[in-house]
């Protein structure tokens, strides 16, 4: 069940790394364009390429990066990208909501099992294989509080 506010895993992409910011510039420039939009196309081929889910097994690599991880066969359905602010600049960011990392019954993986050290790892992952100058990421848990009157 999807919620408004549900826990996640939130990836945001900074600028390209010396290696792929000259390759961004000359893009841009060939294709007239804004190097801010090569390289959001781009952090998005690249993010679609890691989501794509491959035989035999019907795996992508996310879904095999994360399941190594927690020891579970896991599936990543329906993760967002988008943009988020920051500085006065915008910068992709991609969103791993808990209902959508799943078990291969379908059942939900709680964020709660990714320790730091999983978050890190995930994070120093996408800076790689995305050639980012850095790369933040954090785990947002939604706890429902009941109060009594």
Do not use: C
């Amino acid at each position: 069940m999807s919620h408004t506010y549900q826990s996640h895993l939130t990836v945001v992409i900074g600028n390209p790394n010396k290696e792929m910011q000259t390759v961004i510039a000359q893009e841009a420039k060939d294709q007239g364009g804004m190097e801010e939009d090569v390289w959001f196309d781009y952090v998005r081929e690249q993010f679609e390429a890691g989501t794509t889910q491959i035989a035999p097994h019907y795996m992508s690599h996310i879904d095999f990066m994360l399941s190594t991880m927690l020891g579970d066969d896991v599936r990543v359905a329906k993760p967002f990208s988008g943009f988020t602010q920051r500085d006065g600049r915008f910068f992709p960011v991609i969103i791993f909501y808990e209902d959508y990392i799943q078990d291969l019954e379908g059942t939900p993986i709680s964020i709660t099992r990714f320790t730091e050290k999983m978050i890190e790892m995930i994070r120093e992952y996408f800076q790689k294989v995305i050639k980012a100058e850095w790369v933040t990421m954090s785990s947002t848990i939604n706890t429902n509080y009941i109060f009594n009157k």
